[in-house]
Nanobody, 123 residues
Framework: QVQLVESGGGLVQAGGSLRLSCAAS????????MGWFRQAPGKEREFVAT???????YYADSVKGRFTISRDNAKNTVYLQMNSLKLEDTAVYYC?????????????????WGQGTQVTVSS
């Protein structure tokens, strides 16, 4: 069982930055694929970014070049650095953990989810 707790959300102006954190319980954190997803009001939850146990990363086209996912296995934590934020980045952001193998960009692959953290980008 893995428990995930996100933090770092908040209100930011367009063009600004935020860093989300996701702290995970469990001894095998380093083996998990960790992902970030988001759900905007009235929309379905969508893939944002993922980082494999190997350190390989994948991003949605909408955030590529602006967001960076990273992990610190010693701290059992995954981060999402979000720069050049846009109004359309407003959403609840969820951290998720997947015990491989799985499709890292697919929500259905993920076994554990956090409660979400709100990110609001204002003009």
């Amino acid at each position: 069982q893995v428990q995930l707790v996100e933090s770092g959300g908040g209100l930011v102006q367009a063009g600004g930055s935020l860093r989300l954190s996701c702290a995970a319980s469990g001894r095998t954190f380093s083996r998990y694929t960790m992902g970030w997803f988001r759900q905007a009001p009235g929309k379905e939850r969508e893939f944002v970014a993922t980082i494999l146990w190997s350190g390989s990363t994948y991003y949605a086209d909408s955030v590529k070049g602006r967001f960076t996912i990273s992990r610190d296995n010693a701290k059992n934590t995954v981060y999402l650095q979000m720069n050049s934020l846009k109004l359309e980045d407003t959403a609840v952001y969820y951290c998720a953990a997947d015990s491989p193998p799985g499709v890292p960009t697919a929500q259905s692959s993920y076994d554990y989810w956090g409660q979400g953290t709100q990110v609001t980008v204002s003009s």
